[in-house]
């Protein structure tokens, strides 16, 4: 079976009530291939969930930008998993690097993050990515196989995993992995779930890009074999947005 192209629009901690609006409302006009060829996903910050979800057409659907490890509690500042399946917030994204550099979050941490999320009854978006020393230094695989591994080893069910590629030096910096370096790194990911997960699973999980992604160079990002779709930050901020989604016809032709 064909993996559906999945586009998620990270808005990481931006925007006010009236951007919010704004943004929402572009979208909401859109003109975008229906949703057997394309699935949309947008991730406001969390005070800004409820009001998305509200205003937003029904073919797209919202996701949170994290969410706690274990069940809510004395955990000041924290939002579980099951806060949002309350609000009825189908997606989560879970291990953005921004949180593993910034704040500290392991593999193992991220894995167990991922696990519980997906217990709840959510679907999870899972980040993994390496930095430029890494890339460099010729570990590109080893660290994401790492990364995958952590995942792996905590889920059994990959139904609801969406693994997105982040290389670290390529978010909000402009530069953009080439779509032949993004290929590279897909089909290896892709090996990897076949050798250690199972071939079955490897071949329905969608393996998303992100890292600098614009409608500039999402058509021949969306034309690489293993790449399923996009993690886009910045620019899903912006009416470019919508034609990245409609890059997903790349996939059919």
Request: with cysteine; proline share 3%; glycine share 8%.
């Amino acid at each position: 079976m064909a993996r559906k192209f999945f586009v998620g629009g990270n808005w990481k901690c931006n925007g006010t009530t009236e951007e919010v609006k704004k943004i929402v409302t572009t979208l909401n006009e859109a003109e975008v291939p229906s949703e057997d060829v394309v699935e949309v996903v947008v991730s406001p910050p969390f005070v800004f969930l409820n009001f998305v979800k509200s205003l937003l057409r029904s073919d797209f659907h919202v996701a949170a930008q994290n969410c706690w490890v274990r069940k809510g509690g004395a955990f000041t500042g924290e939002i579980s998993a099951e806060m949002l399946v309350n609000l009825s917030i189908p997606w989560v994204i879970i291990g953005h690097s921004e949180r593993r550099a910034l704040l500290k979050e392991s593999n193992e941490f991220v894995g167990d993050k991922v696990a519980y999320a997906l217990s709840q009854g959510l679907k999870v978006i899972a980040c993994i990515g390496e930095t430029l020393e890494e890339r460099e230094s010729g570990s590109t695989m080893a660290v994401v196989a790492a990364q995958t591994k952590a995942i792996a080893d905590k889920v059994t069910n990959w139904d609801n995993v969406v693994l997105a590629y982040e290389p670290v030096w390529a978010i909000g910096t402009g530069k953009v992995a080439t779509p032949a370096q993004a290929q590279d790194v897909h089909r290896e990911l892709r090996k990897w779930l076949s050798e250690n997960v199972s071939g079955a699973i490897a071949e329905s999980t969608r393996i998303i890009y992100g890292g600098s992604v614009n409608g500039a160079n999402c058509k021949e990002l969306a034309a690489q074999p293993d790449v399923d779709g996009f993690l886009v930050g910045g620019a899903s901020l912006k009416p470019e947005f919508v034609d990245i989604i409609k890059s997903a016809t790349v996939k059919k032709n």
